[in-house]
């Protein structure tokens, strides 16, 4: 029960902080834009000069992406360039972000001020962002250590089971893997969250020096996950069940779409699915956030309430 109050609490904090969703669909919509608009005019250019580009409504044509990077030879390594900046702009822009969403959603779950929301944003913002960009980094090494476990699971796994084929895709074997990589990934995930969580409520007088304040709410987080485990666990596969089936249902929306005929309504649902999905995504990542941040603050009072 408790897991799941934790989430509707969650989706209600986020819904009281709706401009948050707005922020969060503006950023990944703006990057979007600057990513991907270059290659969209130059596919338009190309394949619009080329008589088989139609063969897309087929299938692929390999031979349309031979000319596709003959014919734009000396503007891809440009693009290519731009793209790994602008990247790399947009990871940091949303690092700087984070403080501001993490910051926001832990007032409205402890129930403090609620006024000037903009102004206390981009505070937080500028606050946490130092330790946002130590934490992003961390859990780059975290991702780098599960990767190397996993590699070792493989070998390890295949030596006890088999290697099997490559083409059994839905044999045990196969399935064991994506079980076993889907989980670490989710366990990294929620420990940068928790992270995060237990560096925005961090006393301010915990420790004068900056490193000792990181390392102390890194063991404090560590030691929270391990003592309330499965809880934490259960609502990480709660929320990402809830996504899961919210993809489904897109994937149900699409294939009904392919019956309606290729007309100006189609191209309009079509645009309007794809805004309300992008809403959608914003939104759930903030309810991820929030619903995590109620539940640290429940089993945190109720250890407080233990004799």
């Known amino acids: 029960m408790l897991i799941f109050t934790s989430f509707v609490q969650g989706i209600k904090n986020v819904w009281l902080n709706k401009f948050l969703i707005g922020i969060m669909f503006l950023f990944k919509l ?19 000069a080329n008589a088989k580009a139609s063969s897309l409504l087929r299938g692929f044509d390999f031979s349309l992406l031979i000319d596709f990077v003959y014919h734009w030879r000396h503007t891809l390594s440009i693009y290519f360039l731009m793209f790994f900046l602008a990247s790399f702009l947009a990871i940091m822009v949303f690092i700087f972000f984070s403080g501001g969403f993490w910051g926001i959603l832990r007032d409205e779950s402890k129930r403090k001020e609620r006024n000037l929301k903009m102004e206390r944003f981009f505070g ?22 599960v990767f190397f476990l996993f590699l070792f699971f493989l070998t390890l796994f295949d030596l006890l089971a088999g290697k099997g084929s490559w083409f059994e895709i839905t044999s045990w074997r196969t399935l064991v893997k994506i079980a076993v990589f889907v989980f670490l990934f989710f366990l990294v995930n929620m420990i940068g969250d928790y992270l995060r969580i237990f560096y925005i409520s961090q006393d301010k007088e915990f420790a004068q020096n900056f490193k000792e304040r990181f390392s102390g709410f890194v063991k404090k987080a560590l030691r929270f996950l391990l003592t309330n485990f499965f809880k934490t666990l259960s ?36 645009f309007l699915i794809q805004q309300i999905l992008s809403l959608f ?15 640290v603050d429940k089993l945190l009072t109720e250890e407080e309430r233990l004799p």
């Not at 995504?281 to 539940?295: D, M, N, T």
């Open 281 to 295: 995504r914003a939104f759930y990542r903030l309810v991820y956030y929030s619903s995590q941040i109620v539940l």
């Open 30 to 48: 703006g990057f979007s834009l600057i990513l991907l608009t270059p290659l969209y005019l130059m596919f338009s250019a190309s394949f619009g």
């Open 124 to 145: 937080y913002c500028a606050r946490y962002f130092w330790g946002m960009f130590k934490i992003a980094l961390l859990q780059v090494a975290f991702y780098l250590i």
């Open 235 to 270: 609502l990480y596969y709660l929320l990402s069940l809830v996504l899961v089936l919210a993809i489904l249902t897109y994937v149900g929306a699409n294939k009904v779409m392919e019956g309606i005929p290729r007309t100006s309504l189609y191209i309009l649902l079509v």
